[in-house]
């Protein structure tokens, strides 16, 4: 485990926002050789499986069994950590090549019910105030381990990015994303798919070339609120988009993926009273949507955030988000179907 | 939109508090079952495996 004393919080005053100081993830893995996975599951003897020439009496990876469906541990290079938070991998397959996109609809399905878990039981602790759940994809925004997995991040404070959203509830005067569901349904240019459940949709305001949103059509604040069947549909819309990403250039489609979910302190609530994820109790504000940030403009180039994006705040976007739309909706449509055999 | 007459579906409320189960012992939740271990380490992990897979 790590020294809490390693993770520090301060408060930025004149941004108005908390920074994280976890200096032992300097010395974290960084993109290690496919047979040193950690990742992987362990073969008996004790290496990676994905390591043809490893020694048998190699060290265990993270997850000593030969093989499993889902995976989730502490993570060893924390953020965050108990009493002030929590930081978890959650590894989606113990196939070394698959993605998010290649998994059986069944394991994605299963996926769902893995985030609603975790957000059932990190939020119900009272160090946590917004249970994070998101994926890095890719060297583009800074992935340091390539088997397909995301994390989860506890904060023992509301972050600025769902915060904003509470405040766009605010100012639209109810649920900001129904109302924006809404907007885009009736204009109809930028939405790229559809099913019962889930609305995915270029935004209006886009701020990067190919940036999606996978939006409930029914409001809810977040997974637990979600009936299975709303579940599964997520897991569809979530599939299609990134299969879709990696059709659009035919190459894999690096992205940040980010589940804005309710707030799990009880908003507004008195200091030490109830907390509201798993009940009724206290103000609960958000509507669960998934957010998608691609960093590729174009097949080769990115997007950075430069003197305008990080010296003013404003975002300057080379495609408009109509067009991208049109071109994301095609590559979805001709992405192949999810490959059943992927486990 | 803004309000959700039916009510959420009591799957997820209505299970315990997976922390208060020992390690090892299988729970069901949704469509999988989660296994807890402990790390040599000590730190937490969790297996999970789709249900109709594991009976138990």
């Known amino acids: 485990m790590t020294d809490q004393s390693k993770i520090e919080l301060r408060f930025n005053e004149l941004r108005g926002e908390h920074v994280d100081y976890a200096i032992h993830r300097q010395e974290r893995t960084f993109l290690p050789p496919r047979g040193h996975c950690p990742l992987c599951p362990t073969r008996p003897g004790g290496a990676s499986i994905s390591d043809d020439d490893a020694s048998p009496e190699g060290e265990p990876t993270e997850i000593p069994f030969p093989a499993f469906q889902i995976a989730v541990f502490d993570n060893r290079f924390p953020a965050f950590q108990a009493p002030l938070g929590a930081a978890e991998v959650v590894v989606y397959t113990d196939d070394h090549d698959a993605s998010f996109g290649t998994l059986a609809p069944q394991r994605a399905e299963d996926l769902m019910w893995v985030w609603r878990q975790r957000y059932l039981e990190l939020g119900d602790r009272e160090d946590i105030d917004y249970v994070f759940v998101f994926e890095n994809r890719g060297v583009e925004v800074g992935v340091t381990l390539h088997h397909p997995h995301g994390q989860i991040y506890g904060y023992p404070f509301l972050p600025p990015v769902p915060a904003l959203e509470l405040a766009a509830d605010e100012r639209l005067g109810g649920c900001a994303p129904c109302t924006l569901l809404h907007r885009e349904l009736a204009d109809g240019r930028r939405v790229v798919y559809e099913n019962d459940a889930v609305v995915t949709y270029v935004p209006y305001a886009a701020r990067w070339a190919y940036e999606a949103h996978v939006t409930l059509r029914e409001h809810r604040p977040s997974l637990l609120d979600c009936r299975p069947q709303e579940l599964r549909m997520l897991a569809d819309g979530l599939q299609a988009l990134a299969r879709g990403y990696d059709k659009l250039f035919d190459r894999p489609f690096p992205y940040v993926m980010a589940v804005h979910q309710a707030p799990t302190a009880a908003i507004g609530a008195a200091p030490g009273a109830a907390r509201s994820a798993v009940g009724e109790r206290g103000k609960r504000q958000g509507h669960l949507h998934v957010e998608f940030y691609p960093p590729l403009r174009t097949a080769e180039k990115l997007k950075y955030l430069a003197g305008s994006e990080q010296g003013a705040g404003t975002f300057i976007s080379d495609t408009l988000p109509e067009q991208s739309a049109a071109t994301l909706r095609q590559a979805i449509a001709d992405a192949p179907a999810g490959d059943r055999r992927r486990g | ?56």
């Open chain 2, 1 to 56: 939109m803004d309000s959700n007459p039916s009510g959420p579906p009591p799957v997820g409320r209505s299970a315990p508090a997976p922390s208060a189960q020992p390690d090892d012992c299988p729970q069901r939740y949704g469509t999988v079952t989660l296994t807890r271990q402990r790390k040599d380490d000590g730190r937490a992990l969790i297996l999970y495996s789709h249900a109709e897979d594991d009976p138990a």
